[in-house]
């Protein structure tokens, strides 16, 4: 689809994203660049990241990618410092890596908890930890006049209510909301930089719905969703050049739920043509009860 934005919104950026070689991320990654920013990837397989980094140069995108893990801080770091290095600064940081599997509490071993919890948020503290030298305003690579840079984390709903085999996810997630508010407080106030996140939906054709919504439960999922269809990896890029453009420039610490309503969605109890029938019997029973009648006395 086409993009509703003027090509040149994200001009001159520089942009890193964690997770940005494949799915949600890799969508973002691509937006980012065909709307004016300089890409770098960061992901765990080499041959994931090389091969991202080729579809994008290919649309004309400068980008460079680096193989490495948000677990470890070392990587962290030095991918933040290459890509500085390559590119002159860094303006925007994504973290979109994650992890996820579904499993019920009573089958999940502490390490599998601890696993995901290492990877969405001790893997987002740890990039914006590294990243905040080259973000804040006066960083290396930003000019006087630049303001702070924008970190966005890629979030869920999962942890809105509760959801069914997600425990660890929704952990840490929550944890992952609790990060972008508290950076959006603290480095908003000290360092002019602007942290928001996006809380998808479930997407189409991305690894997270292969895994968590196989052909088997999609349909059953779909009778349950507002607006009765998935969502596409375009909903999500779109949010994101919004949130990282000037667009969004009086938007901090705030995550956007880009899901069609579904964290909404609860089963209907009564067709609507019952309760056209019963509501207003129901009412003009209750008006004329006695107080201090029992309703099953009426
Ligand atoms: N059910 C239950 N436990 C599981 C599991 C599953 N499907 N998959 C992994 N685990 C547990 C492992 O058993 C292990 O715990 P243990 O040591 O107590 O046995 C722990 O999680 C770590 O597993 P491991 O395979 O060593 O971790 P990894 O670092 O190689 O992989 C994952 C991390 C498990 C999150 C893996 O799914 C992954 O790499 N995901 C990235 C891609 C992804 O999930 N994308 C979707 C985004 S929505």
Redesign the pocket.
Known sequence: MESPFKPDILKGKVALLTGGAS?IGFEISTHFGKHGASIAVMG?RKTVVDSAVSSLQSLGIPAVGFAGDVRKQEDAKRVIESTVKHFGKLDILVNAA??????SPE??????FR??MD?DSVGTFTMCHEALNYLKKGGPGRSSDDSGGMILNISATLHYTASWYQIHVAAAKAAVDALTRNLALEWGTDYDIRVNGIAPGPIGD???MR??GPDEIKSKTREMMPLYKLGEKWDIAVAALYLASSAGKYVNGMTLVVDGGLWLSRPRHLPKEEVKALSRVVEKRARSAPIGVPKSKL
């Open positions: 799915g765990r994650a992890g996820n599997f579904l499993v089958d999940l071993s502490p390490n599998g696993t995901v990877i991305t690894p997270g895994k968590l």
